[in-house]
């Protein structure tokens, strides 16, 4: 009987840790851009932090639930003398305790370590600004803007400046770095590297308005050579074949297409805007349909964005999307 006993106790202290996995595992899928998958040192650092406190806290977990079944287990036997309950207390519940909270803080403190700036002359400098409700990316150095992607080469480290250009947001691609917050009238850090190629989303963390689940970004991490080719691309100028559509309409009025008249300021920058993945910060995948819905009604698909349904002909839609289309 006490074995049975014994053998339910262990069943039984063991659930905690079974219905944590079960939650941690409930929320994920292939694309969660989860801390747990990381890509780049940073994140590696969290990620065994995040399993660390997850190890110690199940295991207090097993043991204590373990403790109260022993106890209701021998409540019926003598009692132990206070002289050695006094004992007890003082380890498991002052000196052990202590213990591995100190260590838990030492650990914590090295894992920030890697986010400090490494002092690498090879860097790359990156600026980000944040505005309701995307995200604007220069390259020091280079002479074009893009939005809501950042490509960077594999293995390089990348010092990515930090600004708002109106409320508070803040910067967390949780596969390669930790969140950052951009605050009004200052500029903010961060340094990362990207361990291996693959496309990384992020998310901005600090609620900014009414579309702040819809701010997204995707860090696009290549290797040396195709990071150089993208770089050049960016650099060149749009084609001008076909763009009196564009910059006949209200368009040209709010964005920005290089070797055109357009030199909107408002939205985003859109002289490359066809190799983008996405629209509108994450909100729709980058086709020719959704770039047509897009430009239709965009307050459809993100309500409270700045920019406005557009009245135009079918015909005008048409050519427009066209001329978008060849801007790669």
């Not at 390669?176 to 963390?205: E, I």
Request: charged content about 15%.
């Amino acid at each position: 009987m006490a074995c049975g006993v014994r053998r339910a106790g262990a069943a039984c202290a063991l659930l905690p840790a079974a219905a944590c996995a079960l939650l941690l595992t409930a929320g994920c899928t292939a694309s969660t851009p989860s801390p747990l998958t990381p890509g780049g040192a940073g994140a590696e650092r969290v990620a065994g932090l995040w399993w660390l406190l997850f190890g110690i806290a199940a295991a207090v977990c097993v043991i204590v639930t373990a403790l109260v079944l022993w106890a209701v287990h021998r409540r019926r036997e003598a009692r132990p003398s206070t002289r050695s309950g006094r004992r007890f207390v003082v380890v498991c519940g002052v000196l052990i305790p202590a213990a591995v909270l100190t260590f838990v803080y030492v650990a914590g403190l090295d894992g920030m370590r890697a986010f400090d700036d490494p002092h690498d002359p090879d860097q790359l400098d990156v600026e980000v600004t944040g505005h309701q409700w995307w995200w604007e990316v220069r390259y020091p150095g280079s002479p074009f803007t893009t939005a809501n992607e950042i490509h960077v080469p594999v293995g390089r480290t990348i010092h990515v400046r930090l600004r708002t250009a109106d409320v508070n947001h803040s910067f967390w691609v949780p596969q390669l770095t930790v969140k950052t917050d951009l605050v009004a009238g200052r500029v903010t850090h961060l340094w990362f590297t990207a361990n291996r190629a693959g496309v990384y989303r992020g998310q901005c963390a600090e609620y900014c308005g009414a579309q702040h689940g819809r701010m997204a970004l995707h860090v696009v991490a290549e290797p040396a050579a195709a990071f150089q080719v993208w770089l050049a691309g960016q650099s060149r100028p749009a084609s001008t074949r076909g763009s009196q559509a564009f910059t006949s309409a209200s368009c040209a009025s709010c964005h920005t297409v290089a070797g055109t008249s357009a030199r909107g300021t408002v939205g985003p920058n859109l002289t490359h805007v066809a190799g983008r993945r996405f629209l509108g910060a994450g909100t729709l995948a980058n086709t020719p349909a959704n770039l047509a819905r897009w430009i239709q009604n965009a307050q459809a698909y993100k309500p409270g964005n700045r920019m406005p349904p557009q009245p135009l002909l079918p015909e005008q839609l048409d050519a427009i999307v066209a001329y978008l289309e060849t801007l790669r």
